[in-house]
């Protein structure tokens, strides 16, 4: 079984991925060694297990903040053992940043879509921009963002996890306008790139406590701004 406190070890690293790798279970006997098709069950199985987790650190945050779940509280609300969470996360931080990874990777997604999508127009660029971050437009996702940006102010793991995440979040979109703006110097165009994030993260900061927001109002205006911020000098 399980202990209901981590192990040192797993109080040192905050990794993201299931412990289940880390801890491996005991080396099966020669002549024993499991089949393709059960290692795979055995993977889908930890999948759906952490994501049910990952639903449920979700739901605890929403009840009570960032500060105030536990593992325990995570455990109980995914129906499971205090100890059996330590099989998937070795820590809270672990959930939060696996977490924000998979919301991360979700918005990517609508950010490399506008890069597949468009011809090189900035008219039809910023129309895009200006949808596809709408998917911003979610009090839930931004509430969760807010939280951990908040936390990340005196947690070094989370502000690691954080800086990481925005750079990345720059480099797509360096991807997507540096066609738009062949000639510009290097300073310019990481300018124009940091006005569309500042963009994005300030749609974040006012849905948050903001829920009646009118997208329909906002959308044009995200539009117009990005057309500014995208156009040749």
């Not at 165009?189 to 569309?196: A, C």
Request: include cysteine.
């Amino acid at each position: 079984s399980y202990p209901d406190k981590p192990t040192q070890a797993s109080r040192e690293g905050c990794a993201a991925a299931p412990v289940a790798l880390i801890n491996p279970p005991k080396r099966r006997k020669a002549g024993m060694a499991r089949s393709p098709e059960a290692l795979q069950r055995q993977a889908e199985r930890a999948e759906r297990r952490s994501a049910q987790i990952l639903e449920a650190a979700r739901d605890c945050i929403r009840a009570e903040g960032i500060r105030a779940i536990t593992m325990s509280r995570v455990a109980a609300k995914a129906a499971m053992g205090h100890g059996q969470i330590y099989r998937y996360f070795e820590s809270k931080e672990a959930i939060m940043i696996a977490l924000c990874e998979r919301d991360f990777e979700a918005f990517l997604e609508h950010v490399r879509k506008i890069g597949l999508e468009v011809a090189h127009d900035a008219a039809t660029v910023a129309k895009l921009f200006a949808h596809e971050i709408m998917w911003l437009f979610n009090t839930e996702l931004a509430g969760l963002t807010l939280e951990v940006l908040a936390e990340a102010t005196h947690n070094p793991r989370l502000a690691d996890m954080s800086r990481s995440i925005d750079e990345r979040v720059r480099a797509v979109i360096r991807n997507v306008i540096a066609p738009l703006l062949d000639g510009v110097s290097d300073s310019e165009l990481t300018m124009r790139v940091e006005t569309v994030f500042v963009m994005m993260r300030c749609l974040v900061v006012h849905i948050g406590p903001r829920p009646a927001s009118d997208q329909a109002l906002l959308t044009p205006g995200f539009e117009r701004a990005f057309l500014a911020a995208l156009s040749p000098p």
